[in-house]
């Protein structure tokens, strides 16, 4: 692995300190100093199993400076996912009967014997069917420790402005792929996903989002704030927008819809920021209680810090974009292709020129 150059992690450590800084971070004994500030970061997003987030927010800030101008002008990369998969087989029967487990769990996982999942809610949802009741916390803390996922992919998603460009992007994954490579090493993409979308207003929704998360517990009162809180807008259509809130209990859910209700936080809300008012119609609660409350925030604040300056170059693209003619400003798939390979092409002939 090609280890970043040491003026190169003493910006990167920098940065992470000023964002620590920003949103009034502190370590757990309330004493200790930014000393380590990438490292505290880095270990926060490897707990909530969102490692890859530090590497989002490093290709963002490399987007518009470093990465082929075709690409950088008609996408913009909007998340990593991992796929991964675990295989229940006879190995893991065997280690469960050693744990002397009831008869019945027992018996319900050798009937999902061959089958693989892609997470652990649907392992434990094809259980509790065949158990036909929830799992006790002790089965719950016994397969967090004995399910073991294995990497599949690791994914690159771009928001892009067309399906010509969304076809052109996947007939140059691997050049593209290899690009990614020399420029972050030690990320190990395997695949790039093309979502179409307005950049414009995506960046627009995410900064909106780190705004709100920022200052969550100064715009809600307690029995929001310490329950839920803000992860992403989930856009129905220009016009229409749903914020996302992951709750950190079932309970919590439960009381949230009753007090104060989606209807109330929508409104109060509006009055706390008139800019959400042409955002923000409906909010939607979501559970996840494996996540802690202030892992969700940091994630939803470091996704949102976009330059302004970069936000109003794409904002300006975009409006220039929707006012023109879609027969005149959207090329064909195939000019498409040629330009990519044209800047390809420029990209190589430069790098063995430097050479």
């Not at 990438?38 to 518009?64: M, P, T």
């Not at 990465?67 to 280690?95: G, H, K, W």
């Amino acid at each position: 692995m090609i280890m970043p150059s040491l003026p190169q992690q003493n910006k990167d450590h920098n940065l992470v300190t000023q964002f620590l800084r920003s949103i009034h971070y502190k370590s757990s004994s309330g004493q200790k100093p930014y000393g380590n500030a990438l490292s505290i970061l880095r270990a926060i997003f490897e707990a909530s199993g969102q490692q890859h987030l530090l590497y989002l927010v490093k290709l963002r800030k490399l987007w518009f400076a470093e990465i082929d101008s075709f690409m950088a002008r008609n996408s913009y990369p909007r998340n990593i996912s991992v796929l991964r998969q675990f295989t229940v087989n006879d190995d893991f029967c065997q280690e469960l009967a050693k744990a002397s487990v009831s008869p019945d769990f027992l018996q319900a996982v050798e009937k999902l014997n061959g089958e693989s999942f892609k997470r652990s809610e649907q392992l434990n949802g094809q259980l509790q069917k065949r158990l036909k009741r929830l799992l006790s916390p002790e089965e719950s803390e016994l397969l967090k420790h004995k399910v073991r996922f294995k990497h599949l992919q690791t994914i690159l998603h771009l928001t892009v402005y067309d399906g010509s460009i969304a076809q052109a992007l996947r007939f140059e994954t691997e050049a593209y792929l290899r690009i990614f490579h020399r420029l972050l090493p030690e990320l190990k993409l395997d695949s790039i996903n093309c979502h179409v979308g307005d950049l414009g207003q995506a960046q627009y929704d995410q900064r909106q989002v780190a705004l709100l998360a920022k200052d969550w517990n100064q715009v809600t009162p307690p029995e929001v704030h310490e329950r839920c809180m803000p992860a992403f807008l989930h856009r129905v259509s220009r016009g229409h927008a749903v914020l996302v809130l992951y709750v950190s209990t079932e309970e919590g859910l439960e009381y949230l819809k009753r007090t104060p209700g989606s209807d109330w936080l929508v409104q109060h809300l509006h009055k706390k920021r008139t800019e959400l008012q042409e955002v923000l119609q409906r909010i939607a609660f979501v559970p996840k209680p494996e996540l802690d409350l202030e892992q969700i925030r940091l994630r939803s604040v470091v996704l949102g810090e976009i330059d302004s300056e970069k936000l109003s170059s794409v904002t300006e693209i975009t409006s220039r974009k929707s006012t023109a003619s879609t027969s005149k400003t959207t090329l064909s798939a195939k000019e498409q292709f040629a330009k990519i390979r044209m800047h390809l092409n420029e990209g190589t002939s430069d790098a063995v020129n430097s050479a």
